[in-house]
């Protein structure tokens, strides 16, 4: 089976380019070699011009020199004369064969040759006497005519050089549309080629980044194929072994935190136990410094069990957001349910809570988008000043949904608004009348909001903090199950 041969994308590239190059090059040397011809034509048209108006003149020339001769030779019949007017007629049948070899009307030409034997009879006749008047007068009349001739040869001359000068006119012309018609034919061509080479090469990049993106959003359970020349296939090779590789490290972190949570939860359920019996005074009658270290150790006890219970919550949340159970849930009436699911928490600080915006309708998961709508509702509780507002805002924005929440707080500070999302990550301004949180909440938002295809962001805010989520407005009406 026939096989094509593996070209890799810098070799793709390295044809494009000759390819181009050679077309426009074969367009700069077609009308190099044109204007060379023409450029050659326009020349020899010259030469040819100026030789044959040469050889007319010369040809006058002669004439006048033949007619002083032969009048002459009339009146003293000198030998000498004679012999005079034959040299110059020699010349002029000479220059007469040469304007004959030219591409020129004959009939002038061969009209001079006869004028002249005529003149050449009448001096042979001239020696055998009669009258001296008529024969000048017969001799005049035929250098008149010889005249004639010469100057129709000068006009001959003349309307071949306009006709030559005409037909190169046509000729350059020709051959500059023929040029701009090769020139726009080889633009077209490369521009076509371009487009054809910048396709084909920009497709398996597109994928290729789609894979990255892929890898860097932790979508490893879909395969990286990357067709096209064979550096990018072996590219989209070791990038599919990446994604294997991720997921391997992927799994393992998720069994170590397991294990690890669960290796810790027992003996901190002993230690808890333990301090709970020393409180009790099961042992004996505690002292007020042994009362003092008791709280110690309840208090830290508890915060490590919250800690290792959070841990669990974002190792679940991690991998639950693969998976999604997609309903038509209405965003209002979520929202709300989750502001009455933490009533306690916001009527013990006197904080008013509103929703604008809706009805609004959206295929998603509402227990998973429910957590990360209580993740941020309980964030903005817990950072708002007693008797402060929290609001809900609901609203589309080019072909998406984008659900606001803004509350009265200290807000973000600006070192920390990069790393918000971080897990573990805690800012630095932290309410004084609160526990220190994990910084597990706003990760676990961003996992469920990125598995809906949407985003969260902090947006700028004179007062407080500013969380927008967009999701896509374009889902599947009917329940679905993603992972």
């Known amino acids: 089976m026939f096989r094509l041969p593996r070209i890799s994308f810098r ?19 077609g009308g190099l070699l044109t204007l060379e011809r023409l450029t050659s034509q326009g020349r020899e048209a010259i030469l040819r011009a100026a030789r044959m108006s040469g050889e007319v003149q010369q040809l ?18 000198d030998k000498s004369l004679r012999q005079r007017f034959e040299d110059d007629a020699g010349d002029a049948e000479r220059l007469l064969r040469q304007l004959r070899a030219q591409p020129l009307d004959p009939a002038p030409v061969d009209a001079w040759q006869a004028k ?8 042979d006749t001239a020696t055998r006497g009669g009258p001296a008047r008529r024969r000048e007068a017969d001799l005049t009349a035929r250098f008149r005519d010889l005249s004639a001739l010469t100057t129709q040869l000068a006009d001959n001359v003349r309307q071949h050089t306009q006709a030559s000068n005409g037909s190169l ?42 894979a990255i993106v892929g890898l860097g959003e932790n979508r490893l359970d879909e395969p990286i ?20 590789r991720l997921g391997e490290l992927d799994a393992d972190k998720a069994r170590f935190l397991r294990h690890v949570s669960h290796e810790l939860k027992t003996p901190l359920a002993a230690l808890r136990e333990g301090v709970a019996l020393l409180e009790d005074e099961v042992a004996g009658t505690l002292t007020p410094k042994q009362r003092e270290v008791t709280r110690i150790l309840r208090d830290n006890t508890a915060v490590l069990q919250r800690q290792i219970e959070d841990l669990l919550r974002f190792n679940a949340a991690a991998f639950e957001a693969r998976r999604l159970e997609r309903h038509p849930t209405e965003l209002a009436e979520l929202i709300r349910d989750t502001v009455d699911s933490q009533r306690l928490q916001w009527q013990a600080r006197d904080l008013r809570i509103d929703i604008t915006g809706g009805p609004m309708e959206a295929a998603v998961d509402p227990a998973k988008l429910g957590v990360a709508l209580g993740n941020l509702l309980s964030n903005a509780i817990r950072f708002a000043p007693p008797r402060g507002g929290i609001h809900f805002a609901l609203s589309h924005q080019d072909g998406h949904l984008l659900i606001d929440l803004t509350d009265e707080g200290p807000g973000v500070a600006p070192a920390d608004r990069d790393r918000i999302f971080e897990p573990f990550f805690r800012g630095e301004r932290q309410p004084e009348d609160a526990l220190r949180g994990t910084g597990i909440g706003l990760s676990i938002v961003n ?37």
């Not at 000729?171 to 500059?176: D, H, K, P, S």
């Not at 371009?194 to 497709?203: A, N």
């Not at 989209?236 to 990446?242: A, E, N």
């Open 225 to 244: 194929d990357i067709p096209g020349p064979e550096d990018l296939r072996s590219l989209g090779q070791r990038l599919d072994w990446l994604r294997l």
């Open 11 to 29: 070799q793709i590239l390295l044809v494009g380019f000759l390819l181009i190059a050679g077309l426009l090059a074969a367009a700069s040397l």
């Open 60 to 77: 006058a020339e002669r004439s006048v020199g033949m007619e002083r001769a032969a009048r002459q030779y009339l009146v003293l019949e």
């Open 116 to 123: 002249l034997q005529d003149i050449r009879a009448l001096l």
């Open 169 to 210: 006119q046509d000729q350059l012309e020709n051959g500059r549309v023929k040029l701009g018609q090769q020139v726009l034919g080889a633009i077209g061509l490369s521009v076509l080629l371009s487009l054809t080479f910048g396709i084909w090469l920009t497709r398996p990049l597109r994928r290729l980044e789609h």
């Open 447 to 483: 996992e469920y909001i990125a598995a809906h295809g949407g985003q969260i962001e902090l947006l700028p805010s004179e007062r407080g903090a500013h969380f927008r989520i967009r999701l896509p407005s374009a889902h599947p009406t009917l329940p679905t199950v993603t992972s």
